[in-house]
Each structure stands twice: as structure tokens, then as C-alpha cells.
């Protein structure tokens, strides 16, 4: 059997739908599976055990999207998708899906064959409305995910703690203020830790805000690409982050996570999983107060 597994979304979202295919893979370990996502998230996780291959679906426009998915169901055969996404998109994929192959579908979305009625964010993490959605395929040994594939198993050294202080383009409302970052920065660094600010050149400007106000704070942007950032993070001793989809990587990595979130229906839905993920919520991130932050330090520290 051919299975195609389909999984937009956030970085944030993909890791988290990594359980989900592990569990797939192992239940089916004599078929093919594939997973259909971005071109970018194809180059990051390249390396992902749990598929023969990462297909692509930029989502592009609805028009051009159909015309490539359908190629890809039609060229490939596959026996089974299973929606992860379920999204209105996917919902439109499963109608043309089902006027033009034999494909069988797995959805919350209308269309689909083997329907299953997923929670309202809020309610559930996202890995469980998973869980729920494979138990309709009579699987029930669910796997959480798990990223010790990731690790290129390089040594870091201890004694530095890593912050994550910035956010995608749409997430600026997620941001908790650089001053408060630096302020936290400047606690670790007087208690002999080194302070790694990390990210992409999109959170240049506020590494470098938080660098101006704790100049002993070190920009990590080029050792944090996500295909490596797993590595970084089991040597650390603490992570502070947004919400934000690095995040999910550092929580996997089972080092202490400090989480910083808008207490909303998706963040409690879409919170990092880890053994060691402390969250602080509030209405507003931006109010959460550096005491809160600092008393959690010393709680793990």
C-alpha cells in the first residue's frame, strides 16, 4: 500500500505532526509512505526517517494547487491519504480527488472516506485530535515525536543558556519585549553563563537590540539553521523562546525549555512537547513580568 501523508502549516506544526507519521510508519511498516508539504520544510528535514519521500505543495494558486496534487496522487497510485492538515484546501483536494482516482481519504474534512470529527483548538493538544484521527485506521500504539534523528551528534560545550526572542513575519504580537530579554540576559551572564541569541536574519534587528543593552550576549544566528539547531540545544543548560517554531525543536530536545505565550486557544493547542517544557502564560506575552521569568530560572537552575 501507498500512503500519502499531508501536513502544511507553521514549522511549529510540522514537527508536531511528526508523531503522527512515526506511529504510521510502524504500523505499516512494509508500505510506502510519503509526506506533502513545503519546498522549504523539504531541505530542512531531508533526513526524515519515517518516509520513502518528501513531495511538494506550495500552495500555490487553489487553480495550479488542484492540477499539481492531483499529478502527484495519479503519478504515485497512492492507495490512502491521510489528512493531517485538514484544512479547507485539503477539503477541496478531497473533492477532486474523489471525482477523478480511487484514492481513499482520511479527514475531518468533508469528501473524505474515513471521516473522524476532530476537536476545536483549545480543547486538545493538536497530537491528540492525531491520535484520534488514526484510531479511525485501527491504530492505538500512538508515538510522541521525536527528533533524536535530527542530531548530527556533535559535542557542545555546557554552561550557556540559548533565547529565542523572535518570531515569524505574521508573529510580532507573539514577541516578548527585548529589554526584557536583555534583562534576563545580563541575570545569566553575572551567574557565569554564556547567553546564545538565536534565529534566522529575520530577527536580526532584535538580536541586536538585545546585544545593544547586554553587549556580552552573543549573536548564534549562524549556528542556529534548524537542520542543526537540535545539536545546540541538547548542549545547553536552558532555553527561553517565543512562541515561535524553533521552540518546538528545543522542547524535544527534553533540556529546559521556558515557553513564553499568548494564553489563547492555540497556544494551548500547539504548545511544545519536551519532558522539560515550563510554560508562562498570559493574555498578553508582552505583560509577562521578568520576576515570573527569573523565578523560574532559579527553580531550574
Not at 44 to 70: A, G, H, M
Not at 76 to 99: E, G, W
Not at 197 to 221: H, R
Request: aromatic fraction near 8%.
Amino acid at each position: 500500500m501507498k500512503i500519502l501523508i499531508i501536513k502544511h502549516g507553521s514549522l511549529g506544526d510540522l514537527v508536531l505532526s511528526f508523531g503522527a507519521i512515526k506511529t504510521l510508519n510502524y504500523h505499516y511498516p512494509n508500505d510506502e509512505l510519503y509526506l506533502i508539504t513545503q519546498s522549504n520544510y523539504k531541505n530542512i528535514f531531508i533526513k526524515l526517517p519515517y518516509v520513502k519521500e518528501i513531495l511538494i505543495d506550495n500552495r500555490s494558486t487553489i487553480i495550479q494547487s488542484i492540477i499539481n496534487y492531483l499529478k502527484i496522487i495519479k503519478k504515485n497510485k497512492f492507495d490512502l491519504v491521510v489528512d493531517l492538515q485538514n484544512s479547507n484546501r485539503t477539503q477541496i483536494y478531497h473533492l477532486f480527488t474523489r471525482v477523478f482516482t480511487n484514492t481513499k481519504i482520511l479527514s475531518a474534512r468533508k469528501f473524505s472516506n474515513i471521516k473522524y470529527q476532530q476537536k476545536t483548538l483549545g480543547v486538545q493538544h493538536i497530537t491528540q485530535n492525531h491520535k484520534d484521527q488514526l484510531s479511525k485506521l485501527n491504530i492505538h500504539k500512538y508515538f510522541s515525536p521525536d527528533l533524536s534523528w535530527m542530531s548530527l551528534k556533535k559535542t557542545n560545550k555546557n554552561n550557556y543558556v540559548i533565547m529565542i526572542p523572535g518570531a515569524s513575519k505574521t508573529g510580532s504580537y507573539k514577541k516578548w519585549p527585548t529589554q526584557k530579554f536583555a534583562k534576563i540576559a545580563k541575570h545569566l551572564i553575572d551567574k557565569k553563563l554564556d547567553v546564545y541569541l538565536t534565529g534566522s536574519q529575520l530577527d536580526i534587528e532584535d538580536i541586536n537590540e538585545i546585544i545593544k543593552l547586554c553587549p556580552l550576549a552573543q549573536n548564534k544566528i549562524n549556528e542556529s539553521k534548524i537542520d542543526i539547531f537540535l545539536d545546540l540545544c541538547l548542549g545547553s543548560d536552558l532555553i527561553i523562546s517565543n512562541d515561535t517554531g524553533p521552540a518546538h525543536i528545543a522542547g524535544l530536545s527534553n533540556k529546559h525549555l521556558i515557553w513564553l505565550a499568548n494564553d489563547n486557544e492555540i497556544s494551548k493547542s500547539c504548545y511544545p512537547l519536551g519532558d522539560n517544557v515550563h510554560k508562562i502564560f498570559a493574555e498578553d506575552v508582552k505583560s509577562i513580568k521578568t520576576e515570573q521569568v527569573l523565578e523560574k530560572i532559579e527553580q531550574i537552575i
